[in-house]
Nanobody
Framework: QLQLVETGGDLVQPGRSLRLSCAASGGALRYYVIGWFRQAPGKEREGVSCFSSSGITSAYADSVKGRFTISGDNAKNTVYLQMNSLKPEDTAVYYC????????????????????WGQGTQVTVSS
C-alpha cells in the first residue's frame, strides 16, 4: 500500500518561496503519476501540478505556471513542488496524490482519478 507524506508547508510573506515535499513509502514513485492539489477554505480542491516518469512528464495549472516547478528524486522516492513568487491566493492545504502508471494526460487534475493521498500540508501566504 503506497503511503504519501507531505511536508514543507509554512507561513510566508508574498513574493517568497517554499518547497513542498511528497515522500512515498510502500512503492516506488517512478511507477506512479503524482499530482499536487490544493484546497482553500470554502473552495473546491484544484489540481496544481503533475509529474510522471513517462509520456507527458509534467503539467501545471495556469494559475501557477511560471512560478511553480515540479520535480522528482527517485533515489529519495520523493516529488517536490518548488513554489516561487507566492501570492496570498496560493494559501491552501496542499496535497500530493498518486495513481499507478500513465502520464500527465487529460486526467492530470481530476482528483477522483488518483488512488492514494497524503494528509496535506498548510501553506499560508500573508504579510
Amino acid at each position: 500500500q503506497l503511503q504519501l507524506v507531505e511536508t514543507g508547508g509554512d507561513l510566508v510573506q508574498p513574493g517568497r518561496s517554499l518547497r513542498l515535499s511528497c515522500a512515498a513509502s510502500g512503492g516506488a514513485l517512478r511507477y506512479y503519476v503524482i499530482g499536487w492539489f490544493r484546497q482553500a477554505p470554502g473552495k473546491e480542491r484544484e489540481g496544481v501540478s503533475c509529474f510522471s516518469s513517462s509520456g507527458i512528464t509534467s503539467a501545471y495549472a495556469d494559475s501557477v505556471k511560471g512560478r511553480f516547478t515540479i520535480s522528482g528524486d527517485n533515489a529519495k522516492n520523493t516529488v517536490y513542488l518548488q513554489m516561487n513568487s507566492l501570492k496570498p491566493e496560493d494559501t491552501a492545504v496542499y496535497y500530493c496524490a498518486a495513481r499507478p502508471f500513465g502520464s500527465c494526460d487529460s486526467r492530470r487534475f481530476t482528483a477522483v482519478s488518483y488512488d492514494y493521498w497524503g494528509q496535506g500540508t498548510q501553506v499560508t501566504v500573508s504579510s
